[in-house]
């Protein structure tokens, strides 16, 4: 494979050199959150030190650069994502509050008493909680679409009925890795006339997305699983679909006139924009967009799945070892347990090593109980992560059964 | 290997955790409390037999890491025989050694769970071993159905 070097990448992310307990950082809890690279935390301070002010309001020359700054990173996630217009890209918190903006805006609007909303198994408790407030507040009922034991949809038996109003599916499993269907899905749901919502922050950092060619009706992520910062999101809508869309919040930014008989609202994306939002995280996402385009989301997926079927391999060959989503398409996420030892204590010796990974339910208790384990312990991988810190996994996974005897 | 971190996992929790005691269900117990950690899931059932103020019999059944079931063996073993006002003094210097706020308490006075006063060096673990001493004290308190750590 040509051009892709992970020493280079490596080098780039200043955490990558600390030392846990004394051994150097092998960072494999991803899935949770990324580390940033130097052009992300320089993007940040550059903002603070040079162009920060606070956007569309000011006349002066800083707020007209901070405004300037904020609008070209979301030219570059409309770009990043292949959106049709700017306008249907809508910053929030992260992909919690784009799926909480969906379910208050789109939800209540056009969702009522017995009316269904279709999700997974294997849903991230982000993707089924605001469905569960929807239906306490409407009346309406949540359906669930089953798998199977590799962790895959039975697409058979993902079952739109008369009622169904909206599908809402995880691009990616946080907590298997599985890749799921997602056209498919659009066009099953889109053949009944529903729109559907991606959760997309596990998908978007591991490949290109085109939402376009998708044709999704809401892709929702988070800037902290894509190398930028926390605090900042995208929630992408059709532009048909936001406009129609009662505002979420109310506040400065999302109005046009208001009197105290009543408000006109903004036009597009700022009707769901309410209040001074995260300019410079929004502006450092920008930045991590920049860079991981200066890699390539081509090159980082197959990259990634070499170090992901690597992984695999070797984790297989471990006696008393069961991985946890084997779906026949995968994101790079190794989630295991093992006979005889808790993940808690897995991830604690680990952690003596140097290695961080997860050990718990990864926020889809559904998907626990489905496998009938409390926890798992789960290693993620990015694009710095090398062939030697799977060496070094796997060999401390060995010691921890040794010393468990 | 893991040298450091032996002043957590010594072999008393290896042993405890490989061979719990008191691991059953007690089908004359006169409390029964589930303890649930929703940090990681885990879980355990614990009955006592409490007999004119004294803890005649104490078991558990459940799921949990090595930590938390070694916890609930050692404890299991300590306030068996012991009164209820004993085994609420135990959890009170448990909970003192666990959390840090008391470093003084003489290994001789913690007896079996000088084992476990590694933890507190272990912020993320703590509530690992304090689950089935916080099971206990609601038992004890014969409070609600289900205790949680958080
Ligand atoms: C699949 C999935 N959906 C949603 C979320 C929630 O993202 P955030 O906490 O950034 O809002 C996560 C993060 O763990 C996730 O993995």
């Not at chain 1, 279709?118 to 309406?140: D, F, K």
């Not at chain 1, 869309?245 to 408000?263: A, C, Y």
């Not at chain 2, 666990?98 to 470093?103: L, R």
Request: charged letters at 20%; proline letters at 4%.
């Amino acid at each position: 494979m040509s051009g892709f070097d992970p020493g280079r990448i490596r080098a780039d992310f200043p955490i990558l050199g600390e030392f846990i307990h004394g051994k150097p950082l092998i960072y494999l809890d991803n899935a949770a959150s990324t580390q940033k690279p130097r052009a992300v935390i320089e993007a940040t301070s550059r903002v603070y030190e040079h162009d920060y002010a606070n956007v569309h309001r000011g006349v002066h020359t800083l707020s007209q650069r901070a405004t300037d700054l904020f609008e070209g990173a979301r030219e570059k996630v409309r770009a990043f994502i292949n959106a049709g217009s700017d306008k249907e890209i809508v910053f929030v918190r992260g992909t919690t509050e784009a799926i909480n903006l969906v379910a208050q805006s789109y939800g209540r609007a056009n969702i009522g008493a017995g009316d269904e909303i279709l999700i997974t198994a294997m849903e991230h408790h982000s993707n089924i909680v605001p469905w569960q407030l929807l239906c306490q507040q409407t009346g309406a009922v949540l359906k669930v679409a089953p798998m199977n034991q590799a962790g895959e949809l039975i697409l058979d038996r993902f079952e739109l009925s008369e009622r169904t109003r909206l599908v809402s599916v995880a691009h990616m499993s946080n907590a298997l890795g599985t890749l799921n269907p997602v056209k498919r899905i659009v066009e099953l749901a889109h053949g009944r006339g529903v729109p559907v919502l991606l959760d997309g922050a596990q998908a978007v950092p591991h490949g290109a997305v085109d939402v376009q060619a998708l044709d999704c009706d809401f892709y929702a992520f988070s800037g902290h699983k894509l190398y930028g910062p926390s605090g900042i999101g995208v929630l992408y809508g059709k532009a048909k679909l936001l406009d129609a869309m009662p505002p979420w919040q109310g506040g400065g930014d999302m109005i046009r006139m208001v009197t105290f008989e009543r408000s006109e609202y903004n036009t597009l994306p700022y009707k769901f924009e309410a209040g001074t939002p995260d300019i410079a995280g929004a502006i450092a996402l920008g930045a991590a967009i920049d860079y991981l385009q200066g890699i390539g989301m081509e090159a980082i997926a197959e990259y990634e799945q070499r170090l992901l079927h690597y992984a695999t391999e070797k984790a297989k060959a471990i006696r008393g070892l069961k991985i946890i989503g084997e779906a026949a398409e995968k994101g790079a996420i190794l989630s295991f347990t093992l006979e005889h030892v808790h993940p808690h204590d897995i991830g604690t010796l680990l952690d003596q090593l140097g290695i961080a990974v997860r050990a718990g339910h990864h926020c889809a208790m559904p998907v626990m109980d489905f496998y009938r384990v409390p926890a798992t312990t789960r290693a993620s991988f990015a694009c710095y992560n090398t062939f030697e810190e799977v060496d070094a996994l796997i060999e401390g996974v060995q010691q921890i059964i040794e010393v468990f005897g | 290997m893991f040298d450091e971190i032996r002043d957590l996992y010594q072999e008393v929790v290896f042993d405890h955790n490989r061979n719990p005691r008191n691991f059953r269900v007690m089908e004359d117990a006169t409390r029964k409390i589930d303890g649930f950690n929703p940090l990681c899931g885990d879980r355990i059932t614990l009955y006592i037999k409490v007999n004119d103020g004294i803890i005649e019999d104490v078991s558990f059944q459940g799921s949990g890491c090595a930590i938390s079931t070694a916890s609930a063996s050692l404890m299991t073993e300590i306030v068996r025989g012991q009164s209820e006002e004993q085994a609420h003094e135990w959890f009170e210097l448990f909970h003192r050694i666990t959390t840090g706020q008391d470093e003084r308490a003489s290994f001789e006075e913690l007896g079996k769970l000088a084992v476990l006063a590694g933890v507190r060096a272990y912020p993320a673990r703590v509530k690992c071993a304090t689950l089935p001493w916080h099971s206990l004290e609601a038992a004890l308190k014969n409070e609600a159905e289900s205790v949680s750590t958080e």
